[in-house]
């Protein structure tokens, strides 16, 4: 399998996995099952858990900005635009803890305060790319 493949099959299999059982109750074990390949293989890819769901967090802001890019055009004045910005990005943020890493990584995590600011960080960016 092609590595691109095989990293897709990696992040599509965790993002399933996450969106169903949360982040910390998806180990990487099931993640290389589901993807049907080793857990060796995943470190080829990813350092850790984490990164990988950096990734599909990173994948799924910028498929949002995309959209909030090409949407850009249909507003008629600066505070439509900029309300429906931050309504998008609430809603962003909102998915995010809810249906990939869970709020028990928010609440548990010692690296949570980190990831949240990264995370914060990236929707900044998008809103900024988007205005």
Request: glycine share 2%.
């Amino acid at each position: 399998m092609e590595p691109e493949k095989i990293k897709e099959s990696i992040i599509r299999a965790a993002k399933d996995l996450f969106r169903k059982y949360g982040y910390h109750k998806t180990s990487v074990n099931e993640i290389a099952k589901k993807a049907r390949i080793a857990k060796a293989t995943i470190y080829k890819y990813f350092e850790s858990k984490e990164q990988i769901l950096d990734a599909i967090l990173m994948d799924y802001l910028d498929l949002n900005l995309k959209e909030i890019l090409k949407n850009k055009a249909q507003f008629t004045n600066e505070e439509a635009h900029l309300t429906a910005l931050v309504m998008k990005t609430c809603r962003l943020t909102y998915t995010v803890c809810n249906e990939f890493i869970g709020w028990d990584f928010v609440r548990e995590n010692a690296n949570s305060q980190e990831f949240l600011k990264h995370l914060s960080d990236q929707l900044e960016s998008l809103l900024l790319a988007a205005y």
